[in-house]
């Protein structure tokens, strides 16, 4: 399949680009930055240059695509999560979520893609039983810095699961560690970044429109419905596939 990945170059990304590859797939990857454009392609992705906030180039390049899928792995967190830079980062990455997501769907939209799948979390539930299924609240009455990231993760979740004709899949992944993440473990719902580029590419396939839960099991989350319907494996490992 054509596949658009926006945030070919992030920690999922990268990861990623390498799963849809090996499948056989043609990826269509972005980036703002040129000198990353050159990484993607020598990693057998065509790149385009583009920021998710310019509109209009966006749905150019998005279009020139000609996408089956777009995947949406778009984030604005600092590196390894770096805690002095992380108070500006919840308004920036709510941001992206709202308006990046808005203009991301736009532009899978008049493309003409079957589907949209996007990266979205799992540990925004409301207080309530646990494990937490997909069917369980967000926390939408939480304060603080957690009610922008809930309301970025509500937004960007409406836009990708209610832009009919567009076939809207939600990954709610758990917390990132492994390669590129700057962590070698994480605090639970965690999740080997490999296992969450995994998943992405077993949705093309195989997901039903909807959410799914993505992570290691645990008390917090069930991950069943990702098991049932996606053969979701949290113990997936990129170095034993490529
Ligand atoms: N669930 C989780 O726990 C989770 C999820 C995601 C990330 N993280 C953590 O956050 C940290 C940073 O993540 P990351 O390395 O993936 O980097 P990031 O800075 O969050 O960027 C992710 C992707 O989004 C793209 N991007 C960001 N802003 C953009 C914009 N305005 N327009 C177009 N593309 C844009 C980046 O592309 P370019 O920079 O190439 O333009 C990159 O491909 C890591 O430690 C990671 O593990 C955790």
Same mark, same amino acid.
């Given at each position: 399949m054509r596949i658009v990945l926006a945030g070919a170059t992030g920690a999922i990304g990268k990861r990623l680009v390498l799963l849809l590859r090996k499948a056989g797939h043609h990826v269509v990857g972005t980036t703002r930055s040129t000198a990353k454009a050159d990484a993607l392609r020598a990693a057998g992705a065509e790149a385009v240059v583009v920021d998710v906030f310019d509109a209009t180039v966006l749905t150019r390049a998005v279009s020139a695509a000609r996408p089956d899928v777009v995947i949406h792995q778009l984030t604005d967190l600092p590196p390894g999560l770096d805690p002095g830079r992380m108070a500006d980062a919840g308004p920036r990455n709510a941001r992206i979520r709202s308006e990046g997501t808005e203009n991301l769907v736009r532009a899978a939209l008049a493309s003409g893609a079957r589907r949209l799948i996007a990266q979205s979390i799992?540990?925004?539930?409301? /207080?309530?039983?646990? /494990?937490?299924?997909?069917a369980d609240p967000l926390d939408i009455d939480a304060q603080g810095a957690r009610a922008i990231t809930v309301a970025g993760v509500v937004a960007l979740e409406r836009l990708a699961l209610t832009s009919p004709p567009l076939e809207g899949v939600v990954l709610r992944y758990g917390h990132l560690y492994g390669p590129g993440t700057g962590a070698d473990r994480a605090e639970a719902p965690s999740l080997h970044v490999d296992a969450a580029a995994a998943a992405a590419l077993l949705a093309i396939e195989k997901a039903h429109a909807g959410i799914y839960n993505i992570a290691? /099991?645990?008390?917090?989350?069930?991950i069943e419905k990702a098991r049932r319907d996606l053969g979701f494996d949290p113990s997936f490992r990129l170095e034993a596939q490529v």
């Open positions: 799992a540990w925004m539930y409301a /207080p309530g039983r646990q /494990p937490y299924t997909e290691e /099991p645990g008390g917090y989350l069930s």
